[in-house]
T-cell receptor
Framework: QQQVKQSPQSLIVQKGGISIINCAYENTAFDYFPWYQQFPGKGPALLIAIRPDVSEKKEGRFTISFNKSAKQFSLHIMDSQPGDSATYFCAASISIGYSTLTFGKGTMLLVSP | DGGITQSPKYLFRKEGQNVTLSCEQNLNHDAMYWYRQDPGQGLRLIYYSQIVNDFQKGDIAEGYSVSREKKESFPLTVTSAQKNPTAFYLC?????????FGPGTRLTVT
């Protein structure tokens, strides 16, 4: 049973455009929602994360929007650049006690010049 | 230079052979994790360890084994019982909410 559903599977955006990736979760006990960025042949790296006590978090051109009632969260990349071309994974976890991250299946983003 | 190292970057094995993937970290993290990545499948958890000499199965542990004798090291053995071992394997360390990943090992079994 997939607990974190991510869409779209792939995305092509023109340089300067807005990239939007969506995720939905099922487990209401999740209270930590990170996004990871992975370049080809490399390991993922933590990009930005949010907890459900806020509806939005912004770091530079990257913004997470969180809708607790809908159990959805999304990543927005403003002014997308070719260097943003990578695979993006959303994830969710329970932050207390011993827990693990549950990942979405990933979105391959291509920003065309 | 702190971080997580995985070796080798590429590994080739014949079917029926066991193979061990190395993972070392100098970040002083208690917890370490092994993930498998297949195209379109995301990251799936194989095993994790919260402390030395203790580890737990993840979602896809069948055909894999691990050990955690030292805080810095968490090797993964892909056994001949793993039906489809060809994949990209990622090691991570850190707390649940802040995991740092190594560069990965691409294993090809023919």
């Amino acid at each position: 049973q997939q607990q974190v559903k991510q869409s779209p599977q792939s995305l092509i955006v023109q340089k300067g455009g807005i990239s939007i990736i969506n995720c939905a979760y099922e487990n209401t006990a999740f209270d930590y929602f990170p996004w990871y960025q992975q370049f080809p042949g490399k390991g993922p790296a933590l990009l930005i994360a949010i907890r459900p006590d806020v509806s939005e978090k912004k770091e530079g051109r990257f913004t997470i929007s969180f809708n607790k009632s809908a159990k959805q969260f999304s990543l927005h990349i403003m002014d997308s650049q070719p260097g943003d071309s990578a695979t993006y994974f959303c994830a969710a976890s329970i932050s207390i006690g011993y827990s693990t991250l549950t990942f979405g299946k990933g979105t391959m983003l291509l920003v065309s010049p | 230079d702190g971080g997580i190292t995985q070796s080798p970057k590429y590994l080739f094995r014949k079917e029926g052979q066991n193979v061990t993937l190395s993972c070392e970290q100098n970040l002083n993290h208690d917890a370490m994790y092994w993930y498998r990545q297949d195209p379109g499948q995301g990251l799936r958890l194989i095993y994790y360890s919260q402390i030395v000499n203790d580890f737990q199965k993840g979602d896809i542990a069948e055909g894999y084994s691990v050990s955690r004798e030292k805080k810095e090291s968490f090797p993964l053995t892909v056994t001949s019982a793993q039906k489809n071992p060809t994949a990209f394997y990622l090691c991570a360390s850190g707390r649940t909410y802040e995991q740092y990943f190594g560069p990965g090992t691409r294993l090809t079994v023919t």
